[in-house]
Each structure stands twice: as structure tokens, then as C-alpha cells.
């Protein structure tokens, strides 16, 4: 299951060139950077809502349109996804709170 993010990023790669007509991703890609950031905060925020208002077949759905959507704003962003990878596994074994009391003044 947890592969399916692996999938979703090699598709993403696949459509960056793809016809705009024919691919909601390459489309996304061809209007820059700034558009996929608004569209990953649209799709954020609508799953806020979804989560407040304890819409839980909701927030799955915005939570999939949250995912997908992060992806494609790295891509438009030039970050690789096994980058944020990377990055979550140097944070693992490490609580939040011991983190955030480790930062200097
Ligand atoms: N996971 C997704 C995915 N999630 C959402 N979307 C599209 O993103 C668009 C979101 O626009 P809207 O917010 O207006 O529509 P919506 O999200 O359904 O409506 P709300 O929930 O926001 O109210 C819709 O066209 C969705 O279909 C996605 N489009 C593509 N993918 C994946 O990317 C692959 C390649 O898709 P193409 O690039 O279109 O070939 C697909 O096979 C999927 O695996």
C-alpha cells in the first residue's frame, strides 16, 4: 500500500511533459510553480474543513487531492520526493518536543 506514493511520483515525473489536453498533472506543470502552490493550498484547505466538520469520507478524499497535489507542487518546485523521504527518516526516533527544545535560541 505504502508504495502507491512511489507510483504516484514516477507518474508525475511521466506526465511533466505530457500533452496539457490530456493530463491534469501536465497541465498543473505547464502553469509554473506559483499555480501548483495555489492549487496544493486550495486542496489544504479544503481538507481543513472536511476535518473540522468531522467529515471523515471527506477529509479521505481531500486528503488524497492534498497528497497528489503536494506532488505535483514538488515537482513545479524542483524537489524531488525522496528528498522529503530522506527527510522524514533522519527525523525518525526523535520526538517532536525534544527536537523543537534542541533548536538554539
Ligand atoms: N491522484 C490524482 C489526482 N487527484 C486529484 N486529481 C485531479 O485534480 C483535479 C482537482 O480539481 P478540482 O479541485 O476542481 O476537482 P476535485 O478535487 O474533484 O473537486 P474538490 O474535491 O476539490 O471539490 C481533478 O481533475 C482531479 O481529477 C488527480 N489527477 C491525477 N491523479 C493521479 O495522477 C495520474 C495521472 O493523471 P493525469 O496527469 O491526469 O494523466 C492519475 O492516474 C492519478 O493516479
Redesign the pocket.
Known amino acids: 500500500m505504502s508504495e502507491v506514493l512511489a ?2 511520483w514516477a ?2 515525473e511521466a ?1 511533466a511533459g ?1 500533452d496539457p489536453a ?7 506543470l505547464a502553469k509554473g510553480r506559483g499555480k501548483c502552490a495555489e ?1 496544493f493550498g ?2 489544504a484547505v ?1 481538507a481543513i474543513v472536511a476535518a473540522a466538520s468531522g467529515d471523515a469520507a ?1 477529509l479521505t ?2 486528503a ?2 492534498v ?3 503536494l506532488q505535483v507542487m514538488l515537482k513545479a518546485a524542483g524537489v524531488p520526493w525522496d528528498a522529503v523521504l530522506t527527510e522524514l527518516e533522519r527525523r525518525e526516533g526523535r520526538s517532536g518536543i525534544a527536537e523543537k527544545a534542541s533548536r538554539p535560541r
Open positions: 507510483r504516484l507518474t508525475v506526465r505530457a490530456s493530463s491534469h498533472t501536465a497541465a498543473m492549487k486550495e486542496e479544503e471527506g478524499h481531500e488524497a487531492d497528497l497528489y497535489h
